[in-house]
């Protein structure tokens, strides 16, 4: 993947004007006018994923202060979308790895643009998936998937997943 910052800083930024809006609503994935290439609308995921990129995220477990700002102000309205945004993203990487058995190859191929949901849900607060067994027995560990400009934002024992390829072993 071909890291793009400025997208990332636009749909950071662009997050941050309709965070408010977007956290009183009931949509869990909102209308915003930056995209980047792997997120076209805004989420909690989005906004936290797109951080960690860029490295604004001064440490484990802390934000970007304009985005602990809103957090603590809606803290009830931020944690039921995070918890809504685990529950699909975990949902959406089940599918991938469980799609990956049936087209070793080629979903093997997709695996650092999937990854993605497992980054979410490990930024969203949640340290393990329910998928995480699997992964650990299907990861060769490796070299990191992404960008490695972006390696340093990403330390590898928080970020075991984003550190190997996926082997997808034929079915019996």
Do not use: C
């Not at 607060?125 to 998928?131: K, N």
């Amino acid at each position: 993947m071909m890291y793009a910052p400025e997208k990332d800083r636009a749909y950071f930024e662009a997050g941050l004007d309709v965070l408010q809006p977007y956290l009183l609503s009931k949509e869990l994935y909102y209308p915003i006018s930056a995209h980047t290439a792997d997120l076209t609308q805004l989420t909690l995921g989005g906004l936290l994923l797109t951080g960690a990129r860029l490295g604004l995220n001064p440490g484990p477990g802390a934000l970007d202060p304009r985005l602990e700002s809103i957090r603590l102000s809606w803290r009830s309205a931020w944690e039921a979308k995070a918890r809504r945004e685990v529950q699909a993203r975990s949902e959406q990487w089940k599918e991938y790895l469980l799609e990956a058995q049936n087209d070793r190859r080629g979903m093997a191929r997709l695996y650092p643009q999937n990854v993605r949901h497992r980054v979410i849900i490990a930024l969203l607060g949640e340290a393990s998936d329910l998928m995480d067994n699997y992964l650990r027995r299907a990861l060769t560990p490796g070299a990191f998937v992404w960008d490695g400009s972006l390696q340093g934002n990403f330390p590898q024992d928080q970020f075991w997943f984003l550190y190997g390829h996926l082997v997808i072993e034929e079915k019996a």
